[in-house]
């Protein structure tokens, strides 16, 4: 019988241990209890806001919130989403707040190869970040040589010619497609090289075998990114809940990227690799490349004698971050590019205004080429036009490309928002399609007016800058902003500065949710009309 009493009492011990911890401390106690919630449940589980990421409502269900809440909610136990400046964006992307395991989980590439993005400590992303920036930095993306034969070419031998036939035949186009083909082709250029880089524009059949390789998989994200160890339990007790062609997929994209980089490397250890012209060069794959032997004269790679992939030196961390880096140009250009184009297509007069601003470049980018020795402007001068500038800044507010949540971690307590004595190990995030909804920084913020950037005060527009967050803010900033924002103005002046554009179809053109959203309906059919 005491035997029996110990057991119960032991018994009773446990369960209100497990009560207190469960329910009461978080419920009650926490210092995040406080903070107002999104579900009653968020203080025990995170079932709510793992149902809210599968069903793919997330951004929008976190506006709401928002909204109704206030700058700061609780999502799960510890979790929390941020929508505020002082005490928010700036306390957590600007003050060393590390990544966690989703970036790990989402972008990691080739098995078990890590990449810029992917690194959860701010030094050792700071290290590789560092072998990159200056390729990457708009003072040597505007001077580049590279970057402008590349631009010059893909515009008048792949691009325009496309919008001349539209214009001639009076025949539609679908533009979607074909700006993820530009966004990819102008990057990779200055990525490989021309002769390197993909041709999308003009091998129809290669682009949508890469495009349905890419996106195919986009549904079963959320399994390997928020619930990676369910998922391989499942797998391990015969349920696939990502199926096998999936991961297939994936190894077909690491191993058409990886050809690509073979290339690069074979073209720089040739004899003639410095009389290489530098429509060819390929100049970011060429930095880091060099950056790594440099580094390893210091500490050869470990993992180099190990692994029989790597068959030259790096060749999969070299891989890994140009995978990451031509995966993310594509999508988020080309669909910044499709909102733009179909924005101005609604506003005739605009598009006139923006024409008379392009042709005060010096030469205008005239199509088809008034000489044979014709050149680009000055991309200094392309990149500093007031209204061009208007118009891709307010397009990349409104249909932000990367709308969704990006997660940090608290690294101890701290304080977010108001609320003080947050403890460490918090899931924290804000997301840019809530920041660039703040009525108070962008009256009427659903509305497309790209005059916003031009009609307001100093103060309004640093307070504007300062919530614009396209590119994310601190030392994760993208670091391939500058050649993305070269590449789509190119691309907008030397459709602008020769034809207009109508809407033919726009059905689905709303942007879908998640962590990169394009339009819902994977399309816009314009007519274009040369000028």
């Not at 029996?4 to 401390?25: D, E, M, P």
């Not at 059949?205 to 998989?217: G, M």
């Not at 079963?220 to 809940?241: I, S």
């Not at 609604?346 to 044979?372: C, G, N, V, Y």
Request: aromatic letters at 12%.
């Amino acid at each position: 019988m005491p035997s029996f009493s110990v057991s119960v009492a032991a018994g009773i011990a446990i369960l209100a241990a497990a009560v207190y911890k469960l329910i009461i401390y978080p419920a009650f106690l926490s210092p995040l209890s406080k903070i107002p919630a999104a579900n009653w449940t968020v203080h025990f589980t995170s079932l709510w806001i793992n149902y809210i990421r599968y069903t793919n409502v997330e951004n929008a269900t976190v506006y709401e919130l928002h909204k109704k809440k206030g700058p700061i909610v609780r999502m799960g136990p510890a979790e929390l989403s941020v929508n505020c400046y002082e005490g928010g964006l700036k306390t957590i992307y600007t003050g060393g707040f590390p990544k966690t395991e989703f970036y790990i989980n989402r972008f990691m590439n080739y098995g078990d190869i890590k990449n810029m993005f992917c690194f959860i400590d701010s030094k050792t992303h700071s290290t590789r970040k560092r072998m990159l920036s200056n390729v990457y930095s708009k003072s040597v993306v505007l001077a580049s040589p590279t970057a402008r034969a590349t631009s010059k070419a893909i515009l008048y031998d792949r691009l325009l010619p496309i919008f001349q036939i539209s214009s001639d035949s009076k025949n539609a186009i679908e533009v979607h497609s074909l700006d993820y083909a530009y966004a990819m082709d102008t990057f990779m250029a200055y990525q490989f090289g021309l002769d390197i880089g993909t041709n999308f524009i003009q091998d129809v059949e290669k682009r949508k075998r890469y495009l349905h390789l890419f996106f195919s998989r986009r549904p079963y994200l959320f399994w390997t990114t928020e619930l990676p160890k369910f998922t391989a339990w499942m797998h391990r007790l015969g349920v696939r809940l990502v199926p096998q062609w999936v991961d297939d997929a994936t190894v077909a994209l690491e191993t058409w990227n990886l050809d690509v980089c073979d290339k690069a490397e074979a073209l720089l250890s040739s004899p003639a690799a410095g009389s290489t012209p530098a429509i060819s060069y390929p100049a970011i794959y060429a930095v880091e490349r060099a950056k790594f032997q440099e580094a390893d004269l210091k500490l050869p790679p470990q993992m180099t004698a190990k692994d029989p992939r790597q068959t030259y030196p790096r060749r999969l961390d070299i891989a890994s971050d140009m995978y990451d880096h031509n995966a993310a140009a594509h999508e988020t250009s080309g669909d910044t590019l499709t909102w733009l184009y179909y924005e101005m297509s609604l506003r005739p007069a605009l598009q006139k205004q923006l024409r008379d601003e392009l042709l005060t470049l010096a030469p205008p980018i005239l199509f088809p080429t008034p000489s044979a020795d014709f050149e680009l402007p000055d991309p200094k001068k392309v990149d500093a036009l007031p209204l061009l500038d208007a118009i891709l800044q307010e397009t990349l507010r409104r249909w932000v490309s990367v709308p969704g949540g990006q997660p940090r971690v608290t690294p101890g307590v701290c304080s977010l928002a108001g609320y003080d004595g947050i403890p460490g190990g918090v899931r924290v995030q804000s997301a840019a399609y809530t920041l660039h909804r703040n009525p108070e920084v962008f009256p009427d913020p659903e509305a497309w007016k790209p005059e916003r950037w031009l009609d307001a005060s100093v103060d309004e527009l640093n307070e504007m800058k300062r919530w614009f967050w396209a590119f994310g803010s601190g030392g994760r900033m993208c670091i391939g902003n500058n050649i993305a924002i070269h590449s789509m103005k190119h691309a907008i002046a030397g459709i602008y500065t020769n034809f207009t554009t109508t809407v033919v179809d726009a059905e689905g053109i709303e942007q879908d949710d998640g962590f990169t959203a394009g339009p819902k309906g994977n399309k816009l059919w314009l007519q274009f009309h040369h000028v």
